[in-house]
Nanobody
Framework: QVQLVESGGGLVQAGGSLRLSCAAS????????VGWFRQAPGKEREFVAA????????YYADSVKGRFIISRDKALNTAYLQMNSLKPEDTAVYYC??????????????????WGQGTQVTVSS
């Protein structure tokens, strides 16, 4: 069982930046791909970004490509989502998730095995 805890959310003006963190409880997190998802009120949870177990491959939704960067620090057992040039439409609860398919290619929430509790990101116009 891998427990994930997100942090770093908050309120920011459009054009600003935030960095989300996802800390894992178990060292086995090392072998999982990590994904970031978001869910706005009344909408389905959607894929944002993912990174392979070794950090060599990253994947992004078209809506965030060029603005968001996913990374991981294996020594700290933590993954990150750097969000730049934020827009009001980025407002959502952001979740990190771990996938035992270590490639990072999965974009469907149902493919992920462990989830954090989420952190709210609000972008004001």
């Amino acid at each position: 069982q891998v427990q994930l805890v997100e942090s770093g959310g908050g309120l920011v003006q459009a054009g600003g930046s935030l960095r989300l963190s996802c800390a894992a409880s178990e060292r086995t997190f090392y072998f999982y791909a990590v994904g970031w998802f978001r869910q706005a009120p009344g909408k389905e949870r959607e894929f944002v970004a993912a990174i392979s177990w070794d950090g060599r491959s990253t994947y992004y939704a078209d809506s965030v490509k060029g603005r968001f960067i996913i990374s991981r620090d294996k020594a700290l057992n933590t993954a990150y989502l750097q969000m730049n040039s934020l827009k009001p439409e980025d407002t959502a609860v952001y979740y990190c998730a771990a996938d035992d398919n270590d490639s990072g290619r999965n974009r469907e929430p149902k493919e992920y095995d462990y989830w954090g509790q989420g952190t709210q990101v609000t972008v004001s116009s």
